[in-house]
């Protein structure tokens, strides 16, 4: 069931949002500054590829304060409009109960987006 949920969730506009995560994050790995911003969207965008039957996992040093200072650049710099991105599509795909699971994948993915650093989806 999740392979039919990956292929359907790559035709309709997964393989784009995680291509999106990616070219963003070869983007930033192009400056010095921007390196662990970049492997961040790029891990983030793996694993939108594939969301179904991947759990939310944080590592046991997820909060270190320097993890913790490089989330809050993230969160001001990029998160808040990728998670509001990823709320709008949960809220569209809600409304019919064909797109629930979609919306439920998209839900999933907003955390990430806010926090990456320290997290991954398994």
């Known amino acids: 069931m999740n392979l039919l949920g990956n292929l359907v969730w790559l035709i309709c506009g997964g393989f784009f949002s995680a291509l999106g995560y990616i070219v963003g994050g070869l983007g930033l790995c192009l400056t010095v500054v921007g390196i662990p911003f970049g492997i961040q969207s790029i891990k983030v965008g793996f694993a939108t590829f594939a969301p179904f039957g991947k759990e939310l996992h944080e590592a046991a040093d997820a909060d270190t304060p320097l993890r913790l200072i490089f989330n809050v650049l993230w969160l001001i710099l990029f998160g808040w409009e990728i998670a509001l991105w990823h709320l709008v599509w949960a809220v569209v795909l809600g409304i019919t109960v064909i797109g629930l699971p979609f919306a439920k994948q998209h839900l999933k ?14």
């Open 109 to 122: 993915l907003i955390p990430m987006a806010i926090f990456p650093l320290g997290r991954s989806l398994r």
